[in-house]
């Protein structure tokens, strides 16, 4: 019984360790809580949605025990080091979830039971957190489109519309011309949405243009 009291006891205090290293880098003004400021300070890619399912009590800040959820680790480091190809659920859906429908857009040939094993709570869409745990993560690269052919729409949007120009296109995709907009132009209203950025015919005319 020691033997296994003493294997909890330090359990328990690896993972007060590894989220005390998290606060330590993010928390900026020692009062051992991430405000939004704080986490974008550090990391400028993290975005709002994604914070809010982070802070599960809507205090607008994160505690250490939020820092040790699923998923959590992966949303403030997206874009960092292994990160870096990441998706975000704003990027796919434009909010702060993703239907399975979208999710299939954004991942051509993801079937009905991959949706629901990333689906953790079956709630019918997929959070920032569940979208980041590894194990969506290893189903999501294997139906990632030309092996990370899309940057985020985030990065081509360079005058924070939430919309990418032809012109905004062209700096990401240099071949990109303005027939090519016209076909995945779902729309016609001149700029692409998230939903058209990420449709199968958008991510092979701009995988070609790359």
Do not use: C, W
């Not at 992966?74 to 239907?99: C, E, N």
């Not at 079956?122 to 745990?133: F, H, K, L, M």
């Amino acid at each position: 019984m020691k033997t296994l009291a003493l294997a909890l006891a330090t359990t328990a205090l690896a993972a007060t360790a590894a989220s005390a290293a998290s606060i330590a880098e993010f928390d900026l003004n020692g009062d051992r809580f991430v405000s939004f400021q704080e986490a974008t300070s550090v990391n400028p890619k993290v975005e709002r949605q994604e914070f809010r399912s982070i802070d599960v009590n809507r205090d607008n800040r994160l505690s250490s025990v939020e820092l040790q959820a699923p998923g959590v680790e992966a949303i403030l480091d997206r874009g960092k080091g292994g990160t870096a190809g990441v998706r975000s659920v704003a990027d796919i859906s434009g909010g702060a979830f993703v239907s399975e429908g979208q999710l299939t857009a954004a991942y051509p040939g993801l079937k009905g039971h991959e949706f629901d094993i990333i689906d953790t709570n079956n709630d019918g869409r997929v959070s920032s957190t569940e979208i980041y745990a590894s194990a969506a993560q290893s189903i999501l690269s294997e139906h990632d489109n030309g092996g990370g052919i899309l940057v985020s729409l985030n990065s081509v949007d360079t005058d924070g519309s939430g919309f990418a120009t032809l012109a905004e296109l062209q700096v990401a995709y240099p071949g990109t011309s303005a027939n090519d907009l016209r076909t995945f132009d779902v729309n016609r209203d001149g700029r692409i949405a998230f939903n058209e950025f990420y449709a199968p015919a958008a991510v092979e005319i701009l995988g070609r243009n790359k």
